[in-house]
Every structure is written in structure tokens, then in C-alpha cells.
């Protein structure tokens, strides 16, 4: 399941950002339309699954603590993905 949502969140990613470059630079001006919506929600669930998925170290060993897979969280791509 992870791997397939990875997938998709690169698919919505290029393919809203086309859209809503390609709109704002043509129109200069930035629109709530539907599938921008839709980005900005597909983001919010992403991040706040980021918080409760377990991932696996370099070493093969799965982390499924709570408080390490957010503090893994925080300190790696949290600030990219909030931005």
C-alpha cells in the first residue's frame, strides 16, 4: 500500500503543479478549483499518515514505535512536506 500511494502522491504532484503553474502564469491569478482542493487534502492525509507508518532501517529492522516513527518523522521529511 505504501509504495502504490507513493506512486500516486508523485502523479499528483506533477500533475497539479503543471496545472496550477500553467494556469497561474497564463491568468496571473490562482483559483480554489476543485483539484486544487483535492492536492491540498491528498497532502494533509499524507502528512498525518507520515506520523502513524512504520518504516524500516538500513538494517532491515521494521520500526513500529510510536513515538520513534514520529520522531523519525520530524526530523527527516516533515519540514519538506509541510512546506
Do not use: M
Not at 490562482?30 to 497532502?43: A, I
Not at 521494521?62 to 519538506?80: M, N
Amino acid at each position: 500500500f505504501k509504495i502504490l500511494w507513493d506512486v500516486l502522491t508523485i502523479i499528483v504532484s506533477i500533475f497539479g503543479g503543471y496545472l496550477n503553474t500553467h494556469s497561474s502564469i497564463r491568468d496571473r491569478n490562482y483559483e480554489q478549483r476543485p483539484f486544487v482542493v483535492f492536492t491540498e487534502v491528498w497532502f494533509l492525509i499524507d502528512i498525518l499518515l507520515n506520523f502513524v507508518t512504520e518504516h524500516k532501517t538500513s538494517d532491515g529492522h521494521v520500526i513500529q514505535d510510536g513515538k520513534a516513527v514520529w520522531a523519525r518523522y520530524l526530523t527527516s521529511w516533515f519540514a519538506i512536506d509541510v512546506l
